[in-house]
T-cell receptor, first 117, second 112 residues
Framework: EAGVAQSPRYKIIEKRQSVAFWCNPISGHATLYWYQQILGQGPKLLIQFQNNGVVDDSQLPKDRFSAERLKGVDSTLKIQPAKLEDSAVYLC???????????????FGPGTRLTVL | GENVEQHPSTLSVQEGDSAVIKCTYSDSASNYFPWYKQELGKGPQLIIDIRSNVGEKKDQRIAVTLNKTAKHFSLHITETQPEDSAVYFCAASQNSWGKLQFGAGTQVVVTP
């Protein structure tokens, strides 16, 4: 079974520029999460989707961050404009609601490392 | 909201010895407590989890204990091996499909 795919793996931009990250979850997983992991810290949830609807975006800085999950599969996370403090690894995770599988375990992708100069 | 504290931040052990990582949480409504292992350049991977109706769970060399009264839970790794070297995160949530609140992580180094 293929894991969660993310691209790009690395991105370097200057402050005030825009950037977008892409995530392809495990096939059939209804729930998709975006986390921000700042160096030396644990991941922090930015947004959670159930199919293509938002379940929780309480910690998403909505003035500059946006995310969408069209057709309930792939997702993109965008930052516009970027700030220095946005430098972090952006992790995508997905989980299944099917009780036949290991229910609700969050499977993480490798992440996108963003550096804002 | 939930706050999870994790200690120690770094842990160095000799191969074959045991390692213990401790976490405390603040929200009494939390009832799902997973542990993740993160290797360099990779995303976190679930290694074990425990729910509030269970006090202890074991999987080969890894065990987790939960004390709901005191709001703390611990990860125990026995007979450590060099491949156990990684960053370990504890987390807490009100349910396994919702928002996970992570601790700050513990860098474990196992020396041969």
């Amino acid at each position: 079974e293929a894991g969660v795919a993310q691209s790009p793996r690395y991105k370097i931009i200057e402050k005030r520029q825009s950037v977008a990250f892409w995530c392809n979850p495990i096939s059939g997983h209804a729930t998709l999460y975006w986390y921000q992991q700042i160096l030396g810290q644990g991941p922090k949830l930015l947004i959670q989707f159930q199919n293509n609807g938002v379940v929780d975006d309480s910690q998403l800085p909505k003035d500059r961050f946006s995310a969408e999950r069209l057709k309930g599969v792939d997702s993109t996370l965008k930052i516009q404009p970027a700030k220095l403090e946005d430098s972090a690894v952006y992790l995508c995770a997905s989980s299944s609601l099917r009780t036949s599988e290991r229910p609700n375990e969050q499977f993480f992708g490798p992440g996108t490392r963003l550096t804002v100069l | 909201g939930e706050n999870v504290e994790q200690h120690p931040s770094t842990l160095s052990v000799q191969e074959g010895d045991s390692a213990v990582i401790k976490c405390t949480y603040s929200d009494s409504a939390s009832n799902y407590f997973p542990w993740y292992k993160q290797e360099l350049g990779k995303g976190p991977q679930l290694i074990i989890d425990i729910r509030s109706n269970v006090g202890e769970k074991k999987d080969q060399r890894i065990a987790v204990t939960l004390n709901k009264t005191a709001k703390h839970f611990s990860l125990h790794i026995t007979e450590t091996q060099p491949e156990d070297s990684a960053v370990y995160f504890c987390a807490a949530s009100q349910n396994s499909w919702g928002k996970l609140q992570f601790g700050a992580g513990t860098q474990v180094v196992v020396t041969p």
